[in-house]
């Protein structure tokens, strides 16, 4: 196909701009500045339209006019199916875009072509377009697409075909992912290590139980062995309590008997004669001593008072002694009477003391009974009875608090949420193991599907060497450089990357490769070739080759050169 005219009312920086294209070479030479690579997107544009972007800098956004205006133009071209013009209108997005076609020659609307005018008639969408026909000086590398594998391959294939390729595998490299990550979420040893952390939590407080249940039992073979000696404690002091009744009524009675002889004896008794006998019979003596000893005195003195004091203690020492004479025959009289009436109160109270004696004999035998009963005293078995009743409200309280123990530690088994853990490790087992089913599977697929992308690539890797090989011994003999599958170019001396090649060789590579592309790929019709100032980096050598090769293509290819040095002119 031919480039015919252009015409641009407002894009980017140009605007109501007219361009007449040369079959052969048509070169553009204007200062930096002008809106060569604008033309160049206009042309684009023309044929692919402009798409929406979100971008701030895409290309809907960096080609709006500067200074209103119709943002849109025309543009007449030539192809196997006669002469065409194509008008479009660009009003803020693709669908609301206006595409209009005409067939120049006699300016009518023409349906020949749709708005997708440029995968139409060049049969690659705008990528591989781009990839191939537009030669930028900053866009010189062309990456394989599904278009260009497409292309191609041995025309079986359609660009959609290999981009459905291209998407299967991503989707199913996505899917990988994503079943990875929710394998991954899922965390199976993780929850390995918390059911184990709960199993080691749930033996431990098993430990706890059982240490627990142990000690209850001991306690109850401790308290039924305490029980049986209290019931047998109980019995004794419920004998002891007997017998102490017994003793009690023995007592009483002999309380009784003891009051009634009292009461009698009290009756028989009399009063006893006054104790003075004694202390007069005294006196008397007393007083003849000292009688005589006043007539000492006397005879010794010859006084008068001596004689009176000694016949007056006489005298009454004689009286006084008359006088105790006297009460000792009535008070051996009274005693004789007294022991007669107390002979008479034993006689008559001979058989209560008699039962006294008896039931004093009971009491001994009742305590002996006592003695016997205890084994010892009886404070002795009150204190025993008061430690078996301590130790066994001690082992009860314990047996309670242990069997609390036991069912708090149930209760904390119960909470550790065992079972419930349990199962969902078994149900994310399940899972993960579906889960690396699918991936396996998904990995089977996707090794099967690479292997037929890498078995497509093998169909025009050596048709792109070739044509490659073509263009590129104009330039360089030295060095034979290698083109991959993904369309990557090496130095075959040493599989060094491109990256090794200084920039003016570089540049020679991505050149030859481009125009070897643009053989193969453009089957319909063969495209027009717009190279924006690719030379810049060729020195004068490199660069006269550059351009007779560019002499050399345009018998076979339209060419629009775009540069701002007239060094580069063709």
Same mark, same amino acid.
């Given at each position: 196909?031919? $480039? ?37 997107? /206009?042309?684009?544009?023309? /044929? ?32 196997? *199916? ?6 479009? %209108? /660009? ?11 005409? %067939? ?46 497409? &292309? ?45 952390? $709960?199993? $080691? *939590? ?45 003793? !009690?009524?023995? =007592? ?18 009399? *009063? ?20 005589? @000893? ?18 007056? &203690? ?21 005693? %004789?009477?007294? %022991? ?9 109270? !001979? ?6 004696? =008896? ?66 490790? !078994? ?25 037929? &992308? ?39 001396? +040493? ?5 090794? $090649? ?32 690719? /030379?810049? +980096? ?5 660069? =006269? ?5 560019? @002499? ?19």
């Amino acid at each position: 196909m031919k $480039l015919i005219s252009c015409h641009i009312d407002a894009y980017g920086k140009l605007k109501n701009v007219d361009v007449d294209f040369n079959k052969g070479i048509t070169t553009i030479c204007e200062k930096n500045g002008y809106g060569k690579t604008t033309l160049a997107s /206009f042309i684009k544009a023309m /044929f692919y339209g402009l798409e929406n972007s979100r971008k701030k800098l895409g290309e809907r956004a960096k080609y709006q006019p500067f200074d209103g205006g119709n943002f849109g133009g025309e543009l007449t071209f030539l192809c196997q *199916k006669g002469v065409f013009k194509i008008r479009r %209108n /660009f009003l803020g997005t693709a669908t609301k875009d206006e595409f209009f076609l005409y %067939n120049a020659e006699n300016n009518l609307k023409s349906d020949e072509f749709s708005s997708n005018i440029g995968r139409e008639l060049f049969g690659v969408g705008r990528e591989t377009f781009d990839a191939t026909v537009f030669f930028g000086q900053k866009e010189l590398v062309s990456e394989i697409n599904d278009d260009i594998k497409a &292309s191609l391959s041995t025309g079986k294939l359609y660009g959609d075909d290999v981009d459905a390729l291209s998407k299967a595998l991503l989707k199913i490299k996505e899917k990988i992912k994503d079943y990875q990550k929710e394998n991954k979420a899922l965390d199976v040893d993780g929850q390995k290590g918390k059911l184990r952390e $709960l199993n $080691l *939590k749930e033996s431990a407080l098993g430990d706890k139980i059982k240490n627990a249940n142990e000690i209850v039992l001991k306690d109850e073979k401790e308290l039924s062995s305490l029980q049986r000696v209290k019931e047998e404690m109980d019995s004794k002091q419920k004998e002891f309590e007997k017998l102490s009744s017994e003793r !009690q009524a023995v =007592e009483i009675y002999l309380a009784d008997i003891s009051n009634v002889n009292a009461k009698e004896e009290e009756v028989t008794k009399e *009063k006893e004669p006054r104790k003075g006998g004694r202390v007069l019979f005294s006196l008397s003596i007393i007083l003849i001593v000292l009688s005589l @000893v006043f007539v000492g005195v006397f005879i010794a003195q010859k006084n008068m008072i001596f004689i009176y004091s000694f016949i007056g &203690s006489l005298l009454l020492g004689v009286v006084l002694l008359a006088v105790a004479i006297f009460q000792k025959k009535r008070k051996k009289g009274a005693k %004789n009477e007294k %022991n007669v009436k107390k002979s008479d109160f034993f006689d008559k109270n !001979q058989p209560n003391l008699e039962k006294i004696k =008896e039931k004093e004999n009971a009491i001994l035998s009742i305590e002996k009974k006592i003695n016997s009963l205890f084994g010892g005293t009886v404070e002795e078995f009150v204190s025993n009875y008061e430690d078996v009743v301590s130790r066994m409200n001690a082992l009860q309280k314990e047996i309670v608090e242990k069997r609390n123990d036991v069912k708090h530690y149930q209760n904390e088994i119960e909470n550790l949420g065992i079972m419930e853990c349990n199962d969902y490790l !078994q149900a994310s087992i399940e899972k993960s193991e579906d889960l690396a089913k699918k991936i396996a599977l998904l990995e089977l697929t996707q090794n099967f599907l690479t292997s037929a &992308s890498q078995n497509l690539s093998k169909r025009y890797v050596g048709p792109v060497q070739q044509k490659f090989d073509e263009y590129y011994k104009k330039f360089l003999q030295d060095d034979a450089v290698v083109i991959d599958g993904n369309l990557d170019v090496r130095l075959k001396r +040493n599989m060094f990357e491109e990256g090794y $090649l200084s920039a003016g060789v570089f540049d020679l590579v991505e050149i030859c490769k481009r125009f070897a592309l643009v053989d193969l790929v453009y089957a319909k019709e063969r495209p027009f070739i717009i190279l924006d100032d690719p /030379f810049v +980096n060729l020195d004068d050598s490199n660069l =006269e080759v550059a351009k007779n090769l560019i @002499v050399k293509l345009a018998e076979r290819f339209q060419i629009v050169l775009l540069t701002c040095h007239k060094s580069r002119k063709i």
